[in-house]
């Protein structure tokens, strides 16, 4: 199956709700999320077949009208990425970590995902824009050189939008941020 992800971001909540019951509609796709997000905007994300989901986020789209903010289709999605983004990720060993800040739900996604794609790393989590004052963040973790290419390669493809925040490598965590961070 050739697995995506969909999303679209609305800077009005009950006209996200009304396009979040549109896109379900739609097209077979599963709803991962959908809810408020930081600072007042709804965001609905699906996943499911591409056909189905670009079908999904056309709706979603056409219902949004003008309260869209931003959206996206990111066909052949790496597997980790939902379970980063639900909180279900499981790490049992923290190594190297990474930490990718950006000004956007849909650049931290896209991000996590090159992330995960360019070098041997676990995603630990892709936080959506809840209690950040609107950013999101990735944090993931694996040796030196794979975290480090693996950042490197989610900030050229963030950076082209101009929505980095920072990045940052910290080679070797102090045993105390495991509980927090894993």
Request: proline share 3%; hydrophobic share 50%.
């Amino acid at each position: 199956m050739n697995y995506s992800l969909g999303l679209v971001e609305f800077n009005s909540i009950a006209k996200g709700i009304e396009a979040a019951d549109t896109m379900a509609k739609a097209a077979k796709v599963d709803i991962v999320t959908c809810r408020t997000i930081c600072p007042g905007k709804y965001i609905v994300l699906i996943s499911g077949e591409v056909a189905a989901v670009e079908t999904a986020v056309q709706h979603g789209l056409e219902t949004g009208g003008i309260y869209v903010v931003d959206e996206f289709v990111l066909p052949n999605v790496h597997p980790s990425v939902i379970g980063a983004i639900t909180a279900t990720s499981i790490v049992n060993e923290l190594k190297a970590l990474g930490i990718i800040e950006v000004f956007s739900v849909a650049t931290a996604i896209v991000a996590a995902d090159t992330a995960v794609k360019a070098a041997d790393v676990q995603l630990i989590e892709v936080r959506l824009g809840i209690g950040t004052g609107g950013k999101s963040f990735i944090t993931l973790t694996g040796d030196v050189a794979a975290v480090t290419a693996s950042v490197e390669a989610a900030v050229t493809a963030v950076s082209q939008k101009g929505l980095l925040v920072e990045k940052v490598i910290i080679p070797s965590p102090h045993r105390d941020l495991r509980s927090w961070l894993l």
